[in-house]
């Protein structure tokens, strides 16, 4: 089970809906939930039910300005990044935009910047239980650079230590399937995304010198 952050794309154009959604799609951190060419229906159902990560805007949406975005979405959307043809709008400095045609580079540049400033959530504490039976270890979550898969055990390593626990791997999925710090790599590697270091070729390297070959479905990006 692979940790994604959820995407929706709002654009009149369908050759940049689809452009986007194929940078989305290869993107080793993404899912595409939902795309669409009315705006008001986008407005509709993504403050009614579908809670979104990132949304990408054109932000050359007629009758709809970059406040008024922000205020009709409210709290369903994290981040939104706004698409737009030239620089021809007075946008806030801390607006995220991409000017099409979206370039690669670009596109990877702003998602990485993204997922680097994810605030750590208050509840951040994981007790561990040992092979030893009510011996736990307190572990802080934004302190673990990687869980890996060790068969019927997992290996946790901190910034300070390693800790082998007995638990199953999926159980660390399932623990950390909402904490958007956290991606699954690898079949055996959990990372935590404020420790990579680099992303090159088929290749991600970590601040303790951890090196993981990606699978071959990200290499199309990265």
Do not use: W
């Not at 403050?47 to 369903?76: A, C, M, T, W, Y």
């Not at 019927?152 to 300070?160: C, E, G, K």
Request: aromatic share 8%; with cysteine.
């Amino acid at each position: 089970m692979n940790i994604k952050l959820r995407c929706a794309i709002i654009d009149r154009d369908q050759d940049s809906v689809k452009d986007l959604a194929t940078l989305i799609k290869f993107h080793p951190l993404l899912s595409l939930v939902k795309t669409y060419n009315n705006p008001e229906k986008a407005f509709s159902e993504i403050n009614k039910d579908i809670p979104i990560h990132l949304l990408f805007i054109n932000i050359e949406v007629p009758g709809h300005s970059e406040l008024e975005f922000q205020e009709r979405l409210g709290n369903q959307v994290q981040v939104i990044i706004f698409t737009t043809s030239g620089l021809t709008y007075t946008l806030k400095n801390d607006t995220q935009y991409l000017v099409k045609p979206i370039d690669n580079f670009k596109f990877t540049q702003i998602i990485y910047k993204l997922t680097r400033t994810y605030k750590v959530k208050s509840d951040d504490n994981l007790f561990i239980e040992r092979e030893k039976k009510g011996n736990f270890d307190r572990v802080i979550k934004a302190h673990i650079l990687l869980i890996q898969n060790e068969g019927d055990a997992i290996l946790i390593v901190t910034q300070t230590k390693n800790i082998i626990a007995h638990v199953d791997f999926s159980e660390a999925l399932k623990e950390l399937k909402n904490d958007l710090r956290f991606l699954q790599v690898h079949d055996s590697y959990l990372v935590n995304l404020n420790y990579i270091t680099n992303i090159s070729g088929n290749e991600m390297k970590l601040e303790n010198g951890t090196t993981i070959t990606l699978k071959s479905v990200y290499k199309k990006l990265i």
